[in-house]
């Protein structure tokens, strides 16, 4: 069914469609507050031009943007907080240009992800991007930055940050004009550090941008994927077959969620055996072919595929919990953590807190009776995905490569409410870890 789809359009870097120049200037005035992601997964918030105090020079500013070398600042620029499409394109962009920076001749630069945001937070507002800092000061950096912008002005932009002998750290933009080549636009504004905000400034966007609350939400998001992702028109065929609202039989129904290798499918295999139930996957069988596709996407792309899949999933559910318990291998859990834990940069502090109303279940998605969480400790499960050799997903990936990565999704499971999580130790023996398991069930469900 996949190969009848036209090929996908390739993504050009310097062009974001949208407003014509003059109007997009005006939209989208420069934020006046960073967050830089340091080694370690720490966060530094600094205030630029008008928003930063009349302060002393702050050595530790200095330290992160100024000499040796010389650093600079590509953010991408969103349109209307609202416009899903827009938020689609600059999330691609985003993509893009990560991949040209690790590129040469900027490979040999340091990469550190960075955040643009107003100091009054809020949904809409966040811009995300790049620092790219350059030990060797080169010339021949910039010159690479301007070639690979190009010449649209909707394109990612760019700031440079300059220090000075009393340890003072400036910022001016560059902007790419008319027939005059790139120069340097307005004042320099000064940087200094800024308090942490109480909430990460992504926080508030998560709902539009891969923890969708509805179907709706993710379905604008696939919408807007059509013209260059044509798979996107027939998972949206699918999910329009599915009636809604849908309603759970009068037999229980186990989701069971857990991070890769932590043994998902036999305890999910044996249990749906065990009660004589009816095994299910999110997502199901009949997108799973596009998988690959979508997991080369952007979140925003990303999640919304696997939220709708969470959809077509639950339209089987109300289906098979009418004849027979039903065991869900994930479900939206599953979904929204690795959202979560993607999106919000930083460490395990970082993350929204406990009771946020992102951890809350989707209105119009059916809910289970009970999620069991599987947890086996970091050593068991590198000693089990070593014994696989089985393909990995760039997250799952990303697990194994940055353990505070791997801390911020359990955690995020964890924070789950309504339902929550029960929490299951999956490190002794397949018989013992099943009956666990059932124990659970038979007390919860009963």
């Not at 530094?44 to 070398?69: E, F, Q």
């Not at 504004?189 to 891969?210: F, I, K």
């Not at 759970?248 to 295999?269: H, M, N, S, W, Y």
Request: charged content about 25%.
């Amino acid at each position: 069914m996949a190969s009848a789809l036209r090929p996908r359009s390739p993504l050009s870097l310097g062009r974001l469609p949208g407003p014509r120049r003059r109007a997009c200037a005006r939209a989208m005035a420069p934020p006046r507050r960073l967050a830089l992601e340091l080694p370690g997964c720490a966060l530094a918030h600094l205030a630029v031009g008008g928003d930063a105090p009349d302060a002393l020079p702050d050595p530790r500013v200095a330290a992160l943007l100024g000499p040796p070398g010389r650093s600079y600042s590509l953010c991408v620029p969103l349109a209307s907080a609202g416009d899903c499409a827009a938020r689609v394109r600059a999330a691609r962009l985003h993509q893009r240009l990560l991949h040209q920076l690790r590129r040469d001749p900027l490979r040999r630069c340091q990469l550190r992800r960075l955040l643009c945001y107003g100091p009054g937070g809020g949904a809409g507002g966040v811009e995300h991007g790049f620092l790219l800092h350059d030990p060797g000061d080169s010339p021949d950096t910039r010159r690479a930055l301007f070639s690979l912008l190009g010449e649209s002005p909707e394109g990612p932009r760019l700031g440079e940050f300059v220090g000075d002998a009393q340890q003072q750290v400036w910022q001016h933009l560059w902007e790419l004009r008319d027939g005059a080549g790139w120069e340097q636009v307005g004042p320099r504004q000064r940087v200094v550090a800024a308090p942490e905000p109480a909430l990460h400034p992504v926080v508030p966007d998560l709902p539009s941008s891969g923890v969708f609350p509805h179907r709706e939400a993710a379905r604008a998001v696939l919408e807007a994927c059509i013209p260059f992702i044509p798979e996107a028109r027939a998972v949206l065929d699918l999910v329009d077959q599915c009636l809604e609202p849908v309603q759970k039989g009068k037999f229980p129904v186990i989701a069971i969620e857990g991070l890769d290798a932590t043994g998902k499918t036999t305890v999910t295999q044996s249990v749906s055996d065990s009660l004589k139930a009816v095994l299910l996957k999110s997502p199901p069988a009949c997108i799973s072919q596009w998988r690959k596709i979508f997991d080369d996407e952007p979140t925003i792309i990303r999640r919304a595929f696997y939220s709708l899949g969470n959809y077509i999933v639950a339209s089987e559910i109300a289906k098979e919990s009418a004849r027979s318990p039903v065991i869900v291998d994930r479900y939206w859990h599953s979904t929204a953590t690795y959202a979560i834990a993607t999106e919000v940069t930083g460490g395990l502090q970082h993350l929204p807190p406990a009771h946020h109303p992102i951890y809350q279940w989707p209105r119009d998605l059916l809910k289970p009776d009970l999620v069991l969480l599987l947890t086996v400790s970091p050593e068991e499960r590198m000693h089990r995905i070593e014994g696989r050799g089985m393909e990995r997903t760039r997250e799952e990936a990303e697990l194994e490569a940055n353990s505070i990565f791997r801390q911020k999704v359990e955690v995020s499971y964890q924070r789950m409410e309504n339902p929550g999580c029960h929490v299951v130790d999956a490190s002794p023996s397949r018989e013992k870890v099943l009956q666990t398991v059932l124990s659970i069930i038979q007390n919860n469900c009963n």
